[in-house]
Protein backbone atom coordinates (compact mmCIF):
# COMPACT_ATOMS: atom_id res chain seq x y z
CA UNK A 1 0.00 0.00 0.00
CA UNK A 2 1.17 3.58 -0.66
CA UNK A 3 0.09 6.57 1.49
CA UNK A 4 -0.79 9.41 -0.98
CA UNK A 5 -0.32 13.23 0.94
CA UNK A 6 -0.01 16.68 0.00
CA UNK A 7 3.25 17.73 1.04
CA UNK A 8 4.27 20.53 3.21
CA UNK A 9 7.97 21.08 2.24
CA UNK A 10 10.07 19.61 -0.27
CA UNK A 11 13.83 18.39 1.48
CA UNK A 12 16.51 21.07 0.17
CA UNK A 13 18.86 18.18 -0.32
CA UNK A 14 16.22 16.11 -2.78
CA UNK A 15 16.13 19.46 -4.44
CA UNK A 16 19.78 20.29 -4.44
CA UNK A 17 20.25 16.31 -5.97
CA UNK A 18 17.44 16.86 -8.54
CA UNK A 19 19.11 20.44 -9.49
CA UNK A 20 22.64 18.79 -9.89
CA UNK A 21 21.58 16.56 -12.17
CA UNK A 22 19.60 18.40 -14.71
CA UNK A 23 23.16 20.30 -14.28
CA UNK A 24 25.44 17.68 -14.98
CA UNK A 25 22.95 16.58 -17.83
CA UNK A 26 22.97 19.96 -19.51
CA UNK A 27 26.58 20.45 -19.44
CA UNK A 28 26.89 16.72 -21.03
CA UNK A 29 24.80 17.88 -23.94
CA UNK A 30 27.13 21.13 -24.14
CA UNK A 31 24.15 23.89 -22.51
CA UNK A 32 25.91 26.69 -21.50
CA UNK A 33 27.34 27.31 -18.26
CA UNK A 34 25.48 30.15 -17.31
CA UNK A 35 22.10 29.08 -18.32
CA UNK A 36 22.62 25.74 -16.95
CA UNK A 37 23.67 27.63 -13.40
CA UNK A 38 20.32 29.63 -13.23
CA UNK A 39 18.60 26.46 -13.65
CA UNK A 40 20.34 25.01 -11.04
CA UNK A 41 19.26 28.44 -9.02
CA UNK A 42 15.74 28.56 -9.92
CA UNK A 43 14.84 24.79 -8.72
CA UNK A 44 16.93 25.14 -5.36
CA UNK A 45 15.13 28.80 -4.48
CA UNK A 46 12.07 27.69 -5.96
CA UNK A 47 11.63 24.78 -3.43
CA UNK A 48 12.86 26.65 -0.65
CA UNK A 49 10.07 29.16 -1.58
CA UNK A 50 7.83 26.20 -1.78
CA UNK A 51 8.65 25.02 1.94
CA UNK A 52 8.68 28.79 3.41
CA UNK A 53 5.05 28.49 2.48
CA UNK A 54 4.08 25.67 4.07
CA UNK A 55 3.85 23.03 0.74
CA UNK A 56 0.91 22.22 -1.01
CA UNK A 57 -0.74 22.60 2.13
CA UNK A 58 -1.55 25.77 1.70
CA UNK A 59 -2.58 28.23 -1.19
CA UNK A 60 1.05 29.69 -1.41
CA UNK A 61 2.52 27.27 -1.56
CA UNK A 62 0.40 25.69 -4.48
CA UNK A 63 0.63 28.55 -6.17
CA UNK A 64 4.49 28.28 -6.32
CA UNK A 65 4.59 24.97 -7.32
CA UNK A 66 2.12 25.42 -10.35
CA UNK A 67 4.03 28.31 -11.29
CA UNK A 68 7.56 26.73 -11.01
CA UNK A 69 6.62 23.03 -11.92
CA UNK A 70 4.87 23.90 -15.24
CA UNK A 71 5.96 26.87 -16.50
CA UNK A 72 10.00 26.08 -16.17
CA UNK A 73 10.93 22.88 -14.30
CA UNK A 74 9.43 20.44 -16.53
CA UNK A 75 10.15 22.36 -19.83
CA UNK A 76 13.64 22.13 -18.72
CA UNK A 77 13.48 18.50 -17.86
CA UNK A 78 12.31 17.37 -20.97
CA UNK A 79 14.80 19.43 -23.17
CA UNK A 80 17.66 17.66 -21.03
CA UNK A 81 15.82 14.30 -21.14
CA UNK A 82 15.40 14.42 -25.14
CA UNK A 83 18.66 15.66 -25.35
CA UNK A 84 18.94 19.53 -26.38
CA UNK A 85 20.80 21.93 -25.57
CA UNK A 86 18.94 23.56 -22.83
CA UNK A 87 19.41 27.52 -24.33
CA UNK A 88 18.44 26.03 -28.62
CA UNK A 89 15.04 27.47 -29.82
CA UNK A 90 15.83 30.58 -27.47
CA UNK A 91 16.09 33.95 -28.84
CA UNK A 92 17.61 35.78 -25.69
CA UNK A 93 18.20 32.37 -23.26
CA UNK A 94 20.39 33.98 -20.80
CA UNK A 95 18.18 36.95 -20.25
CA UNK A 96 15.24 34.47 -20.47
CA UNK A 97 16.98 31.86 -17.57
CA UNK A 98 17.86 35.21 -15.34
CA UNK A 99 13.97 36.88 -15.28
CA UNK A 100 13.16 33.20 -14.07
CA UNK A 101 15.58 33.11 -11.46
CA UNK A 102 15.35 36.52 -9.96
CA UNK A 103 11.36 35.37 -10.49
CA UNK A 104 12.16 32.92 -7.75
CA UNK A 105 13.79 35.46 -5.31
CA UNK A 106 10.31 37.31 -5.86
CA UNK A 107 8.59 33.97 -5.00
CA UNK A 108 10.54 33.47 -1.71
CA UNK A 109 9.85 36.78 -0.48
CA UNK A 110 6.18 36.84 -1.30
CA UNK A 111 5.69 33.49 0.83
CA UNK A 112 8.18 34.40 3.71
CA UNK A 113 5.80 37.95 4.08
CA UNK A 114 2.64 36.03 3.76
CA UNK A 115 3.42 32.93 6.00
CA UNK A 116 4.11 35.96 8.89
CA UNK A 117 1.76 38.02 8.53
CA UNK A 118 -1.54 36.03 7.21
CA UNK A 119 -4.30 35.18 9.43
CA UNK A 120 -3.69 32.74 11.61
CA UNK A 121 -7.72 31.92 11.62
CA UNK A 122 -8.69 31.77 8.38
CA UNK A 123 -12.34 33.63 7.43
CA UNK A 124 -13.81 30.42 5.98
CA UNK A 125 -12.91 27.80 8.66
CA UNK A 126 -16.04 25.65 9.90
CA UNK A 127 -18.46 26.67 7.36
CA UNK A 128 -19.68 23.56 6.77
CA UNK A 129 -19.36 20.61 9.50
CA UNK A 130 -17.98 17.11 8.70
CA UNK A 131 -21.91 15.42 9.22
CA UNK A 132 -23.43 17.53 6.68
CA UNK A 133 -20.83 16.57 3.85
CA UNK A 134 -22.78 14.45 2.00
CA UNK A 135 -25.81 16.64 1.60
CA UNK A 136 -23.51 19.39 0.69
CA UNK A 137 -21.88 17.33 -1.83
CA UNK A 138 -25.01 16.17 -3.11
CA UNK A 139 -26.32 19.80 -3.52
CA UNK A 140 -23.57 21.51 -5.15
CA UNK A 141 -23.52 18.41 -7.47
CA UNK A 142 -27.40 19.21 -8.02
CA UNK A 143 -26.40 23.23 -8.55
CA UNK A 144 -23.45 22.13 -10.83
CA UNK A 145 -25.52 20.26 -13.44
CA UNK A 146 -28.30 22.95 -13.56
CA UNK A 147 -25.74 25.29 -14.39
CA UNK A 148 -23.13 23.15 -16.49
CA UNK A 149 -26.12 22.25 -18.91
CA UNK A 150 -27.37 25.95 -18.40
CA UNK A 151 -24.24 26.85 -19.72
CA UNK A 152 -24.85 25.10 -23.39
CA UNK A 153 -28.27 25.67 -24.14
CA UNK A 154 -28.75 29.34 -22.04
CA UNK A 155 -27.66 33.11 -23.72
CA UNK A 156 -25.52 34.07 -20.83
CA UNK A 157 -25.69 37.95 -22.80
CA UNK A 158 -23.05 40.05 -20.78
CA UNK A 159 -22.93 42.03 -17.84
CA UNK A 160 -26.06 40.05 -16.32
CA UNK A 161 -26.28 38.18 -13.16
CA UNK A 162 -26.68 35.04 -14.66
CA UNK A 163 -23.38 35.64 -16.99
CA UNK A 164 -21.82 36.18 -13.62
CA UNK A 165 -23.07 33.13 -12.05
CA UNK A 166 -21.45 31.03 -15.20
CA UNK A 167 -18.17 32.45 -14.30
CA UNK A 168 -18.12 31.63 -10.71
CA UNK A 169 -19.76 28.32 -11.44
CA UNK A 170 -17.21 25.38 -9.85
CA UNK A 171 -19.92 23.57 -7.84
CA UNK A 172 -19.23 19.93 -9.69
CA UNK A 173 -15.39 20.21 -8.48
CA UNK A 174 -16.40 21.20 -5.40
CA UNK A 175 -18.40 18.29 -5.22
CA UNK A 176 -15.79 16.17 -6.12
CA UNK A 177 -13.64 17.25 -3.67
CA UNK A 178 -16.36 17.17 -1.40
CA UNK A 179 -17.71 13.95 -2.04
CA UNK A 180 -13.93 12.36 -1.92
CA UNK A 181 -13.19 13.59 1.67
CA UNK A 182 -16.35 12.86 2.87
CA UNK A 183 -15.81 8.82 1.50
CA UNK A 184 -13.17 8.80 2.58
CA UNK A 185 -14.05 9.54 5.91
CA UNK A 186 -16.63 7.53 6.15
CA UNK A 187 -15.10 4.67 5.40
CA UNK A 188 -12.11 4.75 7.38
CA UNK A 189 -9.67 5.55 4.41
CA UNK A 190 -10.81 1.92 2.33
CA UNK A 191 -12.78 4.19 -0.85
CA UNK A 192 -12.36 7.42 -1.99
CA UNK A 193 -15.54 6.99 -4.55
CA UNK A 194 -19.40 7.54 -4.68
CA UNK A 195 -22.25 8.01 -7.15
CA UNK A 196 -21.90 11.95 -6.43
CA UNK A 197 -18.41 11.88 -6.71
CA UNK A 198 -18.37 9.72 -10.41
CA UNK A 199 -22.00 11.40 -11.15
CA UNK A 200 -19.98 15.30 -10.90
CA UNK A 201 -16.63 14.14 -12.91
CA UNK A 202 -19.27 12.97 -15.84
CA UNK A 203 -20.59 16.19 -15.64
CA UNK A 204 -17.38 18.05 -16.24
CA UNK A 205 -15.75 15.36 -18.94
CA UNK A 206 -18.86 15.13 -21.16
CA UNK A 207 -20.39 19.20 -21.19
CA UNK A 208 -16.65 20.33 -20.92
CA UNK A 209 -14.72 17.96 -22.53
CA UNK A 210 -15.99 15.45 -24.91
CA UNK A 211 -18.48 18.64 -26.03
CA UNK A 212 -16.54 21.46 -25.54
CA UNK A 213 -13.40 20.21 -26.80
CA UNK A 214 -11.53 21.62 -23.13
CA UNK A 215 -8.42 20.03 -22.06
CA UNK A 216 -8.84 21.47 -18.95
CA UNK A 217 -12.62 19.60 -18.56
CA UNK A 218 -10.51 16.26 -19.28
CA UNK A 219 -7.89 16.71 -16.27
CA UNK A 220 -9.65 18.62 -13.47
CA UNK A 221 -11.97 15.84 -12.08
CA UNK A 222 -8.42 13.60 -11.95
CA UNK A 223 -7.37 17.07 -10.29
CA UNK A 224 -9.64 17.30 -7.67
CA UNK A 225 -9.77 13.50 -6.76
CA UNK A 226 -5.84 13.87 -6.20
CA UNK A 227 -5.92 16.95 -4.45
CA UNK A 228 -8.95 15.38 -2.25
CA UNK A 229 -7.43 12.51 -1.60
CA UNK A 230 -3.93 13.96 -0.92
CA UNK A 231 -5.36 16.16 1.82
CA UNK A 232 -7.21 12.90 3.76
CA UNK A 233 -3.75 11.10 3.22
CA UNK A 234 -5.17 8.17 1.09
CA UNK A 235 -3.89 4.68 0.70
CA UNK A 236 -3.63 3.05 -2.58
CA UNK A 237 -3.07 0.03 -3.47
CA UNK A 238 -0.07 -0.42 -6.63
CA UNK A 239 -3.05 -1.91 -8.98
CA UNK A 240 -4.83 1.47 -8.34
CA UNK A 241 -1.73 3.34 -8.64
CA UNK A 242 -0.63 1.60 -12.01
CA UNK A 243 -4.64 2.24 -12.98
CA UNK A 244 -4.20 5.86 -12.23
CA UNK A 245 -1.28 6.25 -13.97
CA UNK A 246 -2.46 4.88 -17.59
CA UNK A 247 -5.54 6.83 -17.48
CA UNK A 248 -3.16 9.70 -17.44
CA UNK A 249 -1.40 8.73 -19.92
CA UNK A 250 -4.85 7.84 -22.22
CA UNK A 251 -5.82 11.43 -21.80
CA UNK A 252 -2.13 12.89 -22.48
CA UNK A 253 -2.24 10.86 -25.55
CA UNK A 254 -5.52 10.91 -27.02
CA UNK A 255 -7.49 13.42 -25.35
CA UNK A 256 -5.15 16.25 -25.75
CA UNK A 257 -5.36 15.41 -29.18
CA UNK A 258 -8.88 15.59 -29.36
CA UNK A 259 -9.43 18.53 -27.95
CA UNK A 260 -6.97 20.65 -29.85
CA UNK A 261 -7.61 18.88 -33.14
CA UNK A 262 -11.84 19.45 -32.17
CA UNK A 263 -11.56 22.78 -32.19
CA UNK A 264 -10.37 22.86 -35.84
CA UNK A 265 -14.30 21.14 -36.33
CA UNK A 266 -15.75 22.55 -33.52
CA UNK A 267 -19.86 23.77 -34.77
CA UNK A 268 -22.15 25.99 -32.62
CA UNK A 269 -24.85 23.96 -30.74
CA UNK A 270 -24.76 20.52 -28.81
CA UNK A 271 -26.12 18.36 -32.31
CA UNK A 272 -22.63 19.39 -34.03
CA UNK A 273 -20.32 18.94 -31.23
CA UNK A 274 -22.12 15.45 -30.58
CA UNK A 275 -22.10 14.62 -34.38
CA UNK A 276 -17.96 15.87 -34.24
CA UNK A 277 -17.67 14.02 -30.97
CA UNK A 278 -18.51 11.05 -32.02
CA UNK A 279 -16.45 10.90 -35.44
CA UNK A 280 -13.25 11.86 -33.93
CA UNK A 281 -13.99 9.32 -30.92
CA UNK A 282 -14.96 6.39 -33.13
CA UNK A 283 -11.10 6.27 -34.63
CA UNK A 284 -8.83 7.70 -32.01
CA UNK A 285 -5.57 6.25 -34.15
CA UNK A 286 -6.38 7.87 -36.81
CA UNK A 287 -7.43 11.07 -34.18
CA UNK A 288 -3.89 10.66 -33.01
CA UNK A 289 -2.16 10.74 -36.81
CA UNK A 290 -4.40 13.98 -38.07
CA UNK A 291 -3.39 15.42 -34.91
CA UNK A 292 0.41 14.86 -35.56
CA UNK A 293 0.03 16.10 -39.39
CA UNK A 294 -1.92 19.23 -38.33
CA UNK A 295 1.09 19.85 -35.79
CA UNK A 296 3.60 19.41 -38.50
CA UNK A 297 1.69 21.76 -40.74
CA UNK A 298 1.64 24.61 -38.44
CA UNK A 299 5.30 24.40 -37.72
CA UNK A 300 6.22 24.28 -42.00
CA UNK A 301 7.36 28.05 -42.52
CA UNK A 302 8.01 28.55 -38.66
CA UNK A 303 10.53 28.67 -36.23
CA UNK A 304 10.88 25.69 -33.74
CA UNK A 305 9.24 25.81 -30.09
CA UNK A 306 10.93 25.50 -27.28
CA UNK A 307 11.84 21.57 -28.76
CA UNK A 308 13.49 20.78 -31.89
CA UNK A 309 9.93 18.77 -32.78
CA UNK A 310 6.56 18.61 -31.28
CA UNK A 311 6.11 16.52 -27.76
CA UNK A 312 2.14 16.59 -27.64
CA UNK A 313 1.19 18.09 -24.34
CA UNK A 314 4.78 18.78 -22.88
CA UNK A 315 4.61 21.69 -25.42
CA UNK A 316 2.18 23.22 -23.58
CA UNK A 317 3.54 22.46 -20.19
CA UNK A 318 6.26 25.16 -20.23
CA UNK A 319 6.11 28.73 -20.64
CA UNK A 320 9.87 29.24 -21.30
CA UNK A 321 9.65 29.74 -25.33
CA UNK A 322 6.88 31.74 -24.99
CA UNK A 323 8.24 34.50 -22.68
CA UNK A 324 11.36 34.34 -24.31
CA UNK A 325 9.89 35.29 -27.48
CA UNK A 326 7.83 38.19 -25.34
CA UNK A 327 11.20 39.46 -23.86
CA UNK A 328 12.94 39.41 -26.90
CA UNK A 329 10.15 42.00 -28.13
CA UNK A 330 10.89 44.30 -24.81
CA UNK A 331 14.76 44.46 -25.47
CA UNK A 332 13.84 45.18 -29.39
CA UNK A 333 11.26 47.46 -28.92
CA UNK A 334 11.40 48.78 -25.44
CA UNK A 335 8.66 47.89 -22.14
CA UNK A 336 4.99 48.40 -22.36
CA UNK A 337 4.48 50.47 -19.28
CA UNK A 338 2.14 49.42 -16.55
CA UNK A 339 -1.03 50.20 -18.05
CA UNK A 340 -2.02 46.30 -18.81
CA UNK A 341 -1.90 45.95 -14.80
CA UNK A 342 -3.77 49.12 -14.00
CA UNK A 343 -6.63 48.00 -16.52
CA UNK A 344 -6.37 44.71 -15.46
CA UNK A 345 -7.72 45.85 -11.94
CA UNK A 346 -10.44 48.16 -13.98
CA UNK A 347 -11.80 44.64 -14.98
CA UNK A 348 -12.91 43.78 -12.22
CA UNK A 349 -15.91 46.52 -12.23
CA UNK A 350 -18.44 44.51 -12.92
CA UNK A 351 -20.08 45.43 -16.41
CA UNK A 352 -23.79 46.27 -14.79
CA UNK A 353 -21.15 49.06 -12.93
CA UNK A 354 -19.46 50.07 -16.33
CA UNK A 355 -22.16 49.43 -19.54
CA UNK A 356 -19.16 50.21 -21.70
CA UNK A 357 -16.32 48.82 -19.69
CA UNK A 358 -13.31 48.67 -22.60
CA UNK A 359 -11.74 45.05 -22.78
CA UNK A 360 -8.25 44.23 -23.95
CA UNK A 361 -6.73 40.84 -24.86
CA UNK A 362 -3.54 41.61 -23.61
CA UNK A 363 -2.18 37.86 -24.14
CA UNK A 364 -3.41 38.76 -27.90
CA UNK A 365 -1.76 42.37 -28.03
CA UNK A 366 1.72 40.75 -26.85
CA UNK A 367 1.86 37.23 -29.08
CA UNK A 368 1.63 40.34 -31.79
CA UNK A 369 4.47 42.00 -30.71
CA UNK A 370 6.35 38.97 -30.07
CA UNK A 371 5.67 37.35 -33.51
CA UNK A 372 4.05 34.52 -32.29
CA UNK A 373 2.28 32.63 -34.85
CA UNK A 374 -0.97 34.39 -35.08
CA UNK A 375 -2.43 36.03 -38.22
CA UNK A 376 -2.01 39.67 -38.74
CA UNK A 377 -6.02 40.29 -37.96
CA UNK A 378 -6.49 37.63 -35.47
CA UNK A 379 -7.34 40.18 -32.29
CA UNK A 380 -9.48 37.27 -30.46
CA UNK A 381 -7.05 33.90 -29.83
CA UNK A 382 -5.68 34.29 -26.30
CA UNK A 383 -1.94 33.03 -25.82
CA UNK A 384 -0.73 32.67 -22.31
CA UNK A 385 2.70 33.76 -20.93
CA UNK A 386 3.18 33.32 -17.76
CA UNK A 387 3.39 36.20 -15.07
CA UNK A 388 7.08 36.75 -14.76
CA UNK A 389 7.60 36.95 -18.61
CA UNK A 390 4.75 40.09 -18.41
CA UNK A 391 6.24 41.35 -15.48
CA UNK A 392 9.82 41.91 -17.18
CA UNK A 393 7.98 43.02 -20.32
CA UNK A 394 5.87 46.05 -18.51
CA UNK A 395 8.60 46.96 -17.01
CA UNK A 396 11.92 45.17 -17.29
CA UNK A 397 13.68 44.72 -13.70
CA UNK A 398 11.79 47.52 -11.83
CA UNK A 399 9.22 44.89 -13.44
CA UNK A 400 10.91 41.74 -11.97
CA UNK A 401 11.82 43.12 -8.71
CA UNK A 402 8.62 45.30 -7.40
CA UNK A 403 5.92 45.21 -9.41
CA UNK A 404 5.12 40.75 -9.49
CA UNK A 405 6.98 40.10 -5.80
CA UNK A 406 4.04 42.69 -5.10
CA UNK A 407 0.88 41.71 -6.79
CA UNK A 408 2.48 37.54 -5.49
CA UNK A 409 2.52 38.74 -1.64
CA UNK A 410 -1.34 40.77 -2.06
CA UNK A 411 -2.59 36.99 -3.39
CA UNK A 412 -0.64 34.84 -1.18
CA UNK A 413 -1.63 37.13 1.93
CA UNK A 414 -5.51 37.04 1.00
CA UNK A 415 -5.66 33.11 0.01
CA UNK A 416 -3.75 32.16 3.04
CA UNK A 417 -6.05 34.00 5.14
CA UNK A 418 -9.35 32.84 3.64
CA UNK A 419 -8.80 29.73 3.26
CA UNK A 420 -5.45 28.64 5.59
CA UNK A 421 -4.51 24.87 5.58
CA UNK A 422 -5.93 23.05 2.46
CA UNK A 423 -5.77 20.12 4.65
CA UNK A 424 -9.13 21.42 6.71
CA UNK A 425 -10.66 23.90 4.11
CA UNK A 426 -11.97 22.49 1.36
CA UNK A 427 -12.03 25.90 0.06
CA UNK A 428 -8.37 25.70 -0.43
CA UNK A 429 -8.32 23.09 -2.46
CA UNK A 430 -10.54 24.43 -4.89
CA UNK A 431 -8.36 27.08 -5.03
CA UNK A 432 -5.57 25.01 -6.06
CA UNK A 433 -7.46 23.98 -8.88
CA UNK A 434 -7.74 27.47 -10.02
CA UNK A 435 -3.93 27.79 -9.30
CA UNK A 436 -3.04 25.21 -11.12
CA UNK A 437 -4.23 26.91 -14.65
CA UNK A 438 -3.41 30.67 -13.65
CA UNK A 439 -0.04 30.31 -11.99
CA UNK A 440 1.68 29.41 -14.75
CA UNK A 441 0.18 30.88 -17.67
CA UNK A 442 -1.91 33.51 -16.74
CA UNK A 443 -0.33 36.52 -16.76
CA UNK A 444 -0.53 39.35 -14.58
CA UNK A 445 -4.09 39.72 -15.42
CA UNK A 446 -4.37 35.67 -13.49
CA UNK A 447 -3.12 37.09 -10.40
CA UNK A 448 -5.74 40.36 -10.34
CA UNK A 449 -8.39 38.25 -11.68
CA UNK A 450 -7.94 35.78 -8.81
CA UNK A 451 -7.98 38.55 -6.20
CA UNK A 452 -10.96 39.47 -7.58
CA UNK A 453 -13.50 36.99 -8.68
CA UNK A 454 -11.58 34.01 -7.73
CA UNK A 455 -12.15 35.57 -3.94
CA UNK A 456 -15.81 36.25 -4.77
CA UNK A 457 -16.24 32.54 -6.30
CA UNK A 458 -14.94 30.75 -3.33
CA UNK A 459 -16.43 33.30 -0.77
CA UNK A 460 -19.81 32.75 -2.81
CA UNK A 461 -19.17 28.73 -2.99
CA UNK A 462 -18.43 28.53 0.58
CA UNK A 463 -21.06 30.74 2.17
CA UNK A 464 -23.87 28.94 -0.46
CA UNK A 465 -21.61 25.21 0.61
CA UNK A 466 -22.23 26.13 4.69
CA UNK A 467 -25.79 27.03 4.59
CA UNK A 468 -28.12 26.06 1.48
CA UNK A 469 -26.28 23.13 -0.21
CA UNK A 470 -26.91 20.90 2.93
CA UNK A 471 -30.80 21.88 2.81
CA UNK A 472 -30.50 21.45 -0.60
CA UNK A 473 -29.46 18.01 -0.38
CA UNK A 474 -31.68 16.91 2.17
CA UNK A 475 -34.27 17.44 -0.47
CA UNK A 476 -32.70 14.24 -1.93
CA UNK A 477 -31.34 12.08 1.30
CA UNK A 478 -33.09 13.28 3.32
CA UNK A 479 -32.36 15.64 6.47
CA UNK A 480 -29.23 16.44 8.49
CA UNK A 481 -27.77 18.31 11.25
CA UNK A 482 -26.77 22.01 11.48
CA UNK A 483 -23.99 23.24 8.96
CA UNK A 484 -21.11 23.95 10.90
CA UNK A 485 -22.05 21.73 14.28
CA UNK A 486 -18.48 20.24 13.60
CA UNK A 487 -15.36 21.65 11.81
CA UNK A 488 -13.53 18.87 9.51
CA UNK A 489 -11.44 16.78 11.80
CA UNK A 490 -7.70 16.84 10.49
CA UNK A 491 -6.42 14.15 8.10
CA UNK A 492 -6.62 10.23 8.09
CA UNK A 493 -3.45 9.50 10.30
CA UNK A 494 -1.99 6.88 12.71
CA UNK A 495 -2.68 7.74 16.10
CA UNK A 496 0.12 6.74 18.29
CA UNK A 497 -1.08 4.89 21.97
CA UNK A 498 -0.01 5.87 25.04
CA UNK A 499 0.85 2.80 27.75
CA UNK A 500 -1.70 2.78 30.39
CA UNK A 501 -0.74 4.47 33.65
CA UNK A 502 -1.66 2.54 36.72
CA UNK A 503 -4.43 3.79 38.81
CA UNK A 504 -3.75 5.12 42.21
CA UNK A 505 -5.74 2.44 43.67
CA UNK A 506 -2.88 -0.08 41.99
CA UNK A 507 0.10 1.82 43.30
CA UNK A 508 -1.77 2.01 46.72
Known amino acids: MFRISLPDRIPLLYAFLYASGLFLLQQLEHTGLYFSACSFLFIVIATLAFNVAGGLTRPSGGYIFFYSVLAVILGLSVKAFVG ?16 YAVSSLGLLLAAAASRKFAKKRPFLENLVGDNNLSRATVGCLVLGIILSVATRTVDRGSGTAISALFQINRFCELAIILGVT ?57 AQLVTGALAMLFLSYYMVPYSQYGRTLMRPGLGPSLETAVLLLSDLPKLRRSYEAQQAADQVGQSAGYFNKPHGIFDRLQMISFDDMLIDATERQGPEGYYPVLEDFENLVPHAFWPGKPQFLWGNIYAHEAGVNIAEDDLSTGVSFSPAG ?26 DSLCGDVRRSPWGLLVLTYFAHIAP ?68
Open 182 to 238: NAIRKSGGRRSLSIPVLTAAATLLVLGGFFGFSKEAFFTPVICWALAAGAQRLRLSL
Open 441 to 508: EGLLAGIVYAMGYITFAITFAAVLTGYVMPILGGLFIGPGTKAGDRRIPAPLQAVRRRPLQPSVAEER
Open 84 to 99: ERGESNLLRPHLTITV
Open 390 to 415: EAFHLGRWVGMLVLVPCLWLMLFLLF
